[in-house]
C-alpha cells in the first residue's frame, strides 16, 4: 500500500511540474536542433569525443537549451552542476561558490559552474573567474544572448571557446511538438493551419513553444480549432528585439544593406522589423539620413532632402502616421543610384590631412591684410577665376611640397554622371593651363 501511495505521490509531482522541465533532455543526443555545436564535426562534439572539455561560452537567442546544454555537459562529464545567475549573484556568492568548488575538487570532483546572463557581470566581476577557471577549480560554461565579442573581457574570451546555438526552425520546434503530445498522450486541439500558427508565434523559442502548447492543452474543447480562433485565444508572443543588444545591431545592419542593395522590399522589411520591436523611429530617421549621404551621396542629391523632410514629417505627426514618411524614404533610398565615391573621397582627405600635418598652404592663395604680409609675398601670383575666359584659373591649391591627389572620383551613375564630366572639363583646361 505504501509503495501505491508513493507511485501515485510521484505521479502528482511529475504532473505539477511545468512541461518544458518534464520535456528536458536526458542526454546530449536528445537536444534538437543544435547538431551543428553537439555533432561529431561540432566543437562540442569534437570536445566530448576527445575527452578534453574546455570553459565554453553558449551564445544564442532564448529558449534553444543553453542551460540544458550545460546540465548535460556536466552529466558528460561526471562534473558537479551548479548554476547562477548574473543578474541576481553578487561578489559574495561567487567568492562561496569558489571555495566551494575547490573543496569539492580536493575530494576529487570538478565542478561545472553555468553562469546564466554571463555578460551581465561587469569587467571585474568577469575577471574574478579567470585564476579559477586557470587553476582547474572550475569549468566555466557562460549563456548569454548577446554578441560576446562587445559584452566580454577578451581576457575571458581567450581562455573560453564561444559556441554558437541556432534559433529553432519550423521543422525542430515541429518535434517538439510531437515529444509534447507524446509527453501528455493526446493530440494538440488544432487544425494544420492554427498548428503552424503556434509554432510560429513563439519566435524560434523552443520554451516559449512549450509553454504555449500546455496553455492550450488545458482548454477544455469539443472540437479542433482553426487559426483564427487559435489567435482570438492567445496573444502573439513579442518578438526578441533589444533596443541597446545584439538584434538592434543586426536589423539595422540589415536595413542598411538591403538599401544599399536596392532591395525596397527587404528593406521595408527590416524597417518594419525594427518598428514591431520598438524601435524608436526618430533613430531610424537619423540612419535612413546617414545612408543617404553614405551610399547614395551626389549620385542622387535629392536622397538626403528626402530624408530630412520625412524626418520633419515624422516629427510634426508623430506615431504611426509619421512612421509612413519614413517608409516612403526607405523606398526612395532603395531605388536611388548608389555612389560612395564622395565617402570614399572625404575618408581619403582626412588620411591626407593627418598624414601632411601642418603643411601651409601655397602663399598665392593666402590673404594679406598687413603690410609685412605683403612683404612676404602673401597673395602674390594669384590668379582671380572669374577674370580667366572660362572661369577657371587651373591654379594649384594643395600645399607646394604635396602632389596634386585625385579623391573624389564620381560613378557613371545619376547625376554624378554629370559631375564626373565636369571633373573631366577641368582637369583637361587645367593641362592646357599647365602646358
Request: glycine residues 8%; negative net charge; aromatic residues 8%.
Amino acid at each position: 500500500m505504501a509503495d501505491l501511495f508513493d507511485q501515485e505521490g510521484e505521479a502528482e509531482s511529475l504532473a505539477a511540474r511545468p512541461l518544458a522541465d518534464r520535456l528536458r533532455p536526458q542526454s546530449l543526443d536528445d537536444v534538437i536542433g543544435q547538431d551543428s555545436v553537439l555533432g561529431p564535426d561540432g566543437p562540442l562534439g569534437a570536445m566530448l569525443a576527445a575527452g578534453s572539455l574546455g570553459s565554453l561560452i553558449l551564445w544564442g537567442p532564448p529558449g534553444v537549451g543553453k542551460t540544458t546544454i550545460a546540465r548535460l555537459l556536466a552529466d558528460a562529464t561526471d562534473r558537479h552542476f551548479v548554476q547562477i545567475s548574473a543578474i541576481f549573484s553578487g561578489v559574495a556568492e561567487l567568492r562561496k561558490v569558489f571555495d566551494t568548488a575547490k573543496l569539492r575538487l580536493k575530494s576529487g570532483q570538478g565542478t561545472l559552474l553555468f553562469v546564466d546572463e554571463i555578460h551581465r557581470f561587469n569587467k571585474a566581476q568577469q575577471d574574478g573567474f579567470l585564476p579559477h577557471m586557470e587553476d582547474g577549480t572550475i569549468l566555466l560554461v557562460g549563456a548569454t544572448t548577446e554578441n560576446p565579442s562587445f559584452e566580454l573581457n577578451a581576457a575571458l574570451l581567450s581562455r573560453a571557446q564561444v559556441a554558437v546555438l541556432q534559433r529553432l526552425g519550423p521543422v525542430e520546434l515541429e518535434l517538439l511538438v510531437q515529444r509534447a503530445e507524446k509527453e501528455l498522450d493526446r493530440a494538440l486541439p488544432l487544425d494544420g493551419g492554427a498548428r503552424d500558427a503556434l509554432i510560429d508565434m513563439c519566435d524560434g523559442d523552443g520554451r516559449a513553444l512549450l509553454n504555449l502548447v500546455e496553455q492550450v492543452m488545458a482548454w477544455r474543447l469539443d472540437g479542433k480549432l482553426d487559426r483564427d480562433a487559435l489567435s482570438a485565444r492567445l496573444a502573439r508572443r513579442a518578438s526578441q528585439y533589444d533596443k541597446s543588444g545584439d538584434a538592434h545591431y543586426n536589423l539595422i545592419s540589415a536595413l542598411h544593406k538591403s538599401v544599399r542593395g536596392s532591395d525596397p522590399d527587404a528593406a521595408l522589411y527590416w524597417f518594419a522589423r525594427m518598428l514591431e520591436g520598438g524601435e524608436d523611429p526618430r533613430f531610424l530617421a537619423r540612419r535612413l539620413t546617414r545612408m543617404s549621404v553614405e551610399d547614395i551621396g551626389l549620385a542622387e542629391p535629392q536622397a538626403q532632402a528626402v530624408c530630412l523632410q520625412a524626418w520633419e514629417t515624422y516629427e510634426r505627426l508623430g506615431s504611426p502616421e509619421g512612421e509612413l514618411a519614413l517608409a516612403q524614404a526607405v523606398t526612395y533610398l532603395a531605388l536611388a543610384p548608389k555612389s560612395n565615391a564622395g565617402y570614399v573621397a572625404y575618408k581619403a582627405a582626412r588620411n591626407a590631412a593627418r598624414e601632411t600635418g601642418s603643411e601651409p598652404p601655397p602663399k598665392h592663395i593666402l590673404n594679406a591684410p598687413t603690410r609685412l604680409m605683403k612683404d612676404q609675398g602673401y597673395g602674390d601670383g594669384y590668379a582671380y577665376d572669374h577674370d580667366a575666359e572660362d572661369g577657371f584659373s587651373g591654379q594649384n591649391y594643395f600645399p607646394d611640397t604635396m602632389e596634386r591627389p585625385i579623391y573624389f572620383q564620381p560613378v557613371e551613375r545619376g547625376f554624378e554622371r554629370e559631375l564626373k564630366k565636369r571633373l573631366e572639363y577641368f582637369s583637361k583646361l587645367r593641362a592646357k593651363r599647365d602646358g
